[in-house]
């Protein structure tokens, strides 16, 4: 009977040697033994830096691979200023490597930490502090203290920097020594703050009340230190008040207002500089001094020629899909948009739909008459040839000369690079063109002509000739158009004359900022027709 269960044991321990290959002294769920191809020993650690002591002798930093540890047993010991020792045993084995995954364990201690109001303080304020800690630029919290003034903070052990903030308090901290094992006290007193009014912001200085939703208001931001209250208003350049709000009681620290530019009766105001005013004074209430007022003013211009409006960005010339826009954005506004076409896009292609090219695109205005805009596309095709995507990027500079109620003028150059296949399907190609976009507006109605020249590169020195011409709606969250452009080639290269024409239609709902797009179009090239059509989002400001 015992031969038999001693040659038991001993087939076990053959067939099952995996689980005397290593031993941890403290355990952790997440700890990991398996072996793999090879030999030696890997060593991994969550998080990674910790020295690694193999029957006493450091070895190295994980994560660690040795190739050359002889098979049997070996001790490790795996160390990490502010971690825990980890300590296990290891049985290696000739033909397999271990690879081991160990989780490094903080060191961590406790701190309880109080919060007192500062003697005298008036207890009518409100006192709901927070709590936050941390060490070196990081933190931890932030912890509300909902019932009583007291919490207890279980953090990294070392010098660690406990904060408490409360709207209506001055901010204060405290440095305490945090050890393993051991509960530390933290005692943190605050002082009513003063009222302060600062960091006044205005997301924009010259706007269009035309505009829609949040295109045409501006919006005002402040903090207050203490509960109190406010009065918002405009003036004219008169020094005439023509608006004015008074403002929600002040409970915490950030606060907003915006103005659509009109007056107190919603009737539009007109063209021109207006300085906006914020008064606000803290609640006799809670104030431990005199109720000084702060105030805080801004300059506003109300300029109905600033339209934001969304585009078209395809082939990096923002407009309409084939015939770019003189217009220009207000300095600091942009517009970011992608979307994805599908359909056929030029002659010699195979299938009615050879591909879902996709292109992101964004325009921006760093000063104002001066627009910048820069497309990314790409083209996945439906066949399974290595070479059949590609990619490309294009960018354009546009200036505007002329910006007068009822025409505008603008010079624009644009680049297009593109690999094998990457030309964007809606632009000419890759090289360099030259526009002068050219508008003249009938109400809501812009009509465009944009002429321009077009180099496809060395191969094709003679340059190609482009009229795109449409006409462009412009409402207050619906933009739409109908645009067209040939493109005349005057060599006796593989290109030909190419006609498209393109409908699209653009949303921007208020309040948000989202644009939502859709287009369809066609075009022909050396007696074949094709079409196509797209989805896109983005966004203006």
Do not use: C
Not at 38 to 44: F, H, M, S, V
Not at 229 to 258: A, C, H, M, P
Request: hydrophobic share 40%; no cysteine.
């Amino acid at each position: 009977m015992t031969l038999r269960f001693v040659f038991a044991i001993l087939i076990f321990l053959f067939l099952f040697p995996a689980l005397l290959k290593a031993r941890d002294v403290n355990d952790i769920a997440e700890d990991n033994f398996q072996e793999a191809g090879g030999r030696g020993l890997a060593i991994r650690t969550n998080p990674p830096g910790a020295d690694v002591f193999i029957d006493g002798v450091r070895r190295g930093v994980t994560p660690l691979v040795l190739d050359n540890l002889e098979a049997g047993e070996h001790h490790i010991r795996l160390t990490k200023e502010g971690y825990k020792e980890r300590r296990f045993n290891v049985t290696l084995r000739s033909n397999s490597r271990l690879e081991v995954s160990i989780v490094m364990e903080e060191e961590r201690g406790l701190v309880l930490v109080t919060v007192y109001r500062a003697r005298e303080s008036n207890e009518l304020v409100p006192f709901n502090p927070q709590i936050t800690a941390g060490a070196l630029g990081e933190t931890q919290g932030p912890v509300f203290l909902s019932s009583g003034e007291k919490t207890v903070l279980s953090l990294p052990v070392g010098l660690r920097t406990i904060r408490a903030r409360a709207f209506g308090w001055e901010d204060a901290s405290v440095t305490v020594l945090v050890r393993e094992n051991f509960t530390a006290s933290a005692d943190i007193y605050m002082e009513p703050a003063v009222f302060r009014l600062e960091r006044g912001s205005q997301n924009r200085r010259r706007f269009n009340p035309a505009n829609s939703g949040n295109l045409g208001v501006s919006e005002f931001r402040f903090e207050v230190s203490a509960p109190g209250e406010g009065i918002f208003t405009v003036r004219d350049k008169n020094g005439t008040t023509v608006y004015e709000k008074r403002l929600d009681r002040f409970d915490t620290w950030f606060q907003s207002v915006t103005w659509n530019g009109r007056d107190s009766g919603n009737n539009p105001l007109g063209e021109g500089f207006y300085t906006a005013v914020i008064e606000a004074h803290p609640l006799p209430e809670y104030s431990t001094g005199s109720a000084q007022t702060e105030v805080i003013s801004f300059e506003s211009e109300i300029n109905y020629s600033l339209n934001i409006f969304p585009v078209s960005l395809s082939g990096g010339t923002p407009g309409l899909v084939f015939a770019p826009l003189p217009q220009t954005l207000p300095s600091g506004s942009f517009q970011i948009e992608g979307g994805f076409l599908f359909g056929s896009f030029r002659e010699n292609e195979a299938r009615a739909f050879s591909g879902l090219p996709f292109e992101i695109g964004f325009r921006f205005s760093p000063l104002n008459r001066l627009e910048i805009s820069a497309v990314f596309n790409a083209n996945p095709l439906f066949d399974n040839m290595a070479n059949s995507a590609g990619w490309g990027i294009s960018g354009s500079v546009k200036y505007n000369f002329i910006e007068t109620s009822p025409v505008s003028l603008s010079a624009a150059v644009s680049y297009a690079w593109a690999n094998e296949n990457g030309e964007a399907p809606l632009s000419p190609g890759k090289g360099l063109s030259f526009y002068t976009p050219f508008s003249l507006e009938l109400e809501n109605f812009l009509l465009v002509f944009s002429p321009g020249v077009f180099w496809h590169g060395p191969e094709s020195p003679t340059p190609a000739l482009l009229l795109p011409a449409g006409i462009f709606y412009r409402g207050g969250w619906i933009s739409s158009g109908l645009s067209l452009r040939p493109e005349i080639y005057f060599t006796d290269s593989k290109e030909r004359t190419r006609f498209l024409a393109g409908l699209e239609v653009r949303l921007f709902p208020p309040p948000s900022n989202l644009v939502f797009s859709l287009q369809a179009g066609i075009w022909n090239q050396g007696g074949q027709t094709g079409g196509y059509g797209g989805l896109g989002i983005g966004i203006i400001y």
